[in-house]
Every structure is written in structure tokens, then in C-alpha cells.
T-cell receptor
Framework: EDQVTQSPEALRLQEGESSSLNCSYTVSGLRGLFWYRQDPGKGPEFLFTLYSAGEEKEKERLKATLTKKESFLHITAPKPEDSATYLCAVQKARDTGRRALTFGSGTRLQVQP | DAEITQSPRHKITETGRQVTLACHQTWNHNNMFWYRQDLGHGLRLIHYSYGVHDTNKGEVSDGYSVSRSNTEDLPLTLESAASSQTSVYFC????????????FGPGTRLTVT
């Protein structure tokens, strides 16, 4: 059974204090690993897709990396507007054709000024 | 701009009533998905569709149904609402290719009393 585990569940940072969020996964053949940002009362907003181990992607203060067992979302010098819940999800490479995602429970990030 | 919308945004209903949640996308995406989000469980897949007249069950499909009569819409029906179906429901869509990111709607908060 596919599993996605995110840690920590919650993280509080001071503005400018860099850190990393972890997403460990167990899936029989990974097609893609996705990172989303979710603000309270809103739908998830797409950030990145990673397809193979060693791949990295960046967007502003965020950088996502991927290994064969986990992904990290690095946040460099965060600002209060980076406060949100960050969701990780995986898509399987081989199945009956399903393209749906399996999500982790998310990491709630709070950045204090 | 292309978008995905959900209606209503908030709904209160009584146990046993039939409820339909609407999802409409203007991306012209073939793939559409319904998820529910609950504290401690993250996003869980209810039903999904890869095109007109195609529907498939997800992990938590009991008590829910969908139908796809056109590309733009995938309504979700709760046949007989139960208190366990109180949740936030998200609709999403993606392009046909594997590995394509999903775009989410703003969500519908459903309360079953």
C-alpha cells in the first residue's frame, strides 16, 4: 500500500530562519512527487513536480529535492507570507491507469516576524 | 483565465438527505478528481474520471457517486448524507499525461447534522 509521511506535523520559525520539511514515501514505482501549498480555507496550490532521484527545483525561497525514499522542501530565509500548510503527494508509475495522487497529512508552517 | 470552481462553498444538510456538490473546470482537462480533507487524514480520493462517461472509485467511495456527461463538469452526489461525511471536499483536474500536476478548486465545506 502506498504511504506518504510528512514531518514535522507543525513547524514554527522566526523570519529568516531557514529549515527543511520532510516527505518520506513508499510506493511501488514512482511516476512523480508533487509539492503543494495550502492556505487556510483554500484549495491546494501547485508548487513543484519531481520525477527522478537527484532532481531539484526552485521557486523563490523554496527548493525541493528528491531521493529514492524521500523528498525535502527547503525554505531559505522564510517570510511571514510563507506561512501555510505544505502537502506532499505521490503518483504511481504503473497501475491500472490511475493518475490520482496519494497525499501526506501535511506540515503546518508558521513564520513569525 | 482558465479555472476550476466549486459550488456551493458551504452547505449544511440533514442526515439522510441527498446532496450534490458541483465542480466545473474551464481548463479542458480530461482528468477530474474528488477528494475529501479531514484533520489527521490529509486528502483522500473519493472518485475520479479520465474522460466523458468514465468514472472510477477511489479509496473512500462508499456513499458517494459521480457521473461525467461532459468534459467540464464532475458533480459529486451523496446519496444519503451521514454525519461521517462532514468534511471539506475538493475537486481537481489535470491534463491527460501522467505526471501532470492537478489544479484544485476552492473547496466545499459540508456539514451533515
Amino acid at each position: 500500500e502506498d504511504q506518504v509521511t510528512q514531518s514535522p506535523e507543525a513547524l514554527r520559525l522566526q523570519e529568516g530562519e531557514s529549515s527543511s520539511l520532510n516527505c518520506s514515501y513508499t510506493v511501488s514505482g514512482l511516476r512523480g512527487l508533487f509539492w503543494y501549498r495550502q492556505d487556510p480555507g483554500k484549495g491546494p496550490e501547485f508548487l513543484f513536480t519531481l520525477y527522478s532521484a537527484g532532481e531539484e527545483k526552485e521557486k523563490e525561497r523554496l527548493k525541493a529535492t528528491l531521493t529514492k525514499k524521500e523528498s525535502f522542501l527547503h525554505i531559505t530565509a522564510p517570510k511571514p507570507e510563507d506561512s501555510a500548510t505544505y502537502l506532499c503527494a505521490v503518483q504511481k508509475a504503473r497501475d491500472t491507469g490511475r493518475r490520482a495522487l496519494t497525499f501526506g497529512s501535511g506540515t503546518r508552517l508558521q513564520v513569525q516576524p | 483565465d482558465a479555472e476550476i470552481t466549486q459550488s456551493p462553498r458551504h452547505k449544511i444538510t440533514e442526515t439522510g438527505r441527498q446532496v450534490t456538490l458541483a465542480c466545473h473546470q474551464t481548463w479542458n482537462h480530461n482528468n477530474m478528481f474528488w477528494y475529501r480533507q479531514d484533520l489527521g487524514h490529509g486528502l483522500r480520493l473519493i472518485h475520479y474520471s479520465y474522460g466523458v462517461h468514465d468514472t472510477n472509485k477511489g479509496e473512500v467511495s462508499d456513499g458517494y457517486s459521480v457521473s461525467r456527461s461532459n468534459t467540464e463538469d464532475l458533480p459529486l452526489t451523496l446519496e444519503s448524507a451521514a454525519s461521517s461525511q462532514t468534511s471539506v471536499y475538493f475537486c481537481a483536474s489535470s491534463e491527460s499525461d501522467r505526471g501532470s500536476e492537478q489544479y484544485f478548486g476552492p473547496g466545499t465545506r459540508l456539514t451533515v447534522t
